[in-house]
């Protein structure tokens, strides 16, 4: 009886020996990998590694730093973010925060970032590490948001001188069409004058014409006294 529990017991523990054995061999190929500078195969071997054996509290802070190390930094917050949430010591937890600060700073979030460095000195006051990367994060956000003041300042200049620029156009519009008015009433009363010439010049003709008829007229009749009489014989 007790040969059959054993063997029970041997065959139920085979499928565990063997993930566990798969297990070691993947984080193993993936440490190698890692050493070898090969970060995006090391990630794709820590990652099979958490399928076979989820609960593996290990392999979340190689998958965190080899996907930090490929540029994969989404998923370096993942991986350092599950890590937190399993059992760790404070200066496990302290140095899991500063990696996921460094993780934030690569990706810049530095307002999250400058958070996990936070934690990590609750954690451990003396974790001088991320003391320095917090004051450093701190300081790009700070310039970052003065570079955001002054480039809304700067379009807010911009927008100023837009607008004086329009009201300095219309002003000039405005003002062409003044000189417009003016010129086509200058050009009215010059016609106007124009016309009063020719009215005059057509009046003294007029005039002088009639003057003309009458010279004539008493020419003739001066003419006409002159003229001798017929005598009746």
Known sequence: MKKI????TILVLLPTLA?????RSLIRKGNKAYEE???GKAADQYDKALKTNPAEVSVYGN?????YRNDQFE?????????LRTDLTDKQKAEAYYNL????MQANKYKESVESYRNALKLDPTHDRSRHNMAVATKIMQQQQQNQQQNGDNQQQQQNQDQNKDQQQQNQDQNKDNQDKQDQQQ???????????????????????????????????QQAQKRPLEKNW
């Open 187 to 221: 050009q009215q009363q010059q016609n106007d004058q124009n016309m009063s010439r020719e009215e005059m010049e057509r009046y003294l003709e007029s005039l002088s014409q009639k003057e003309k008829e009458t010279q004539d007229k008493v020419q003739k009749a």
């Open 101 to 104: 600060g460094n993780t934030y």
């Open 63 to 67: 998958s965190g730093a080899a996907n």
């Open 37 to 39: 500078g090969n970060f």
């Open 75 to 83: 998923k370096s917050v993942n991986a350092y973010n599950e890590y």
């Open 19 to 23: 993930n566990a054995q798969e297990e």
């Open 5 to 8: 529990v054993a063997i029970i």
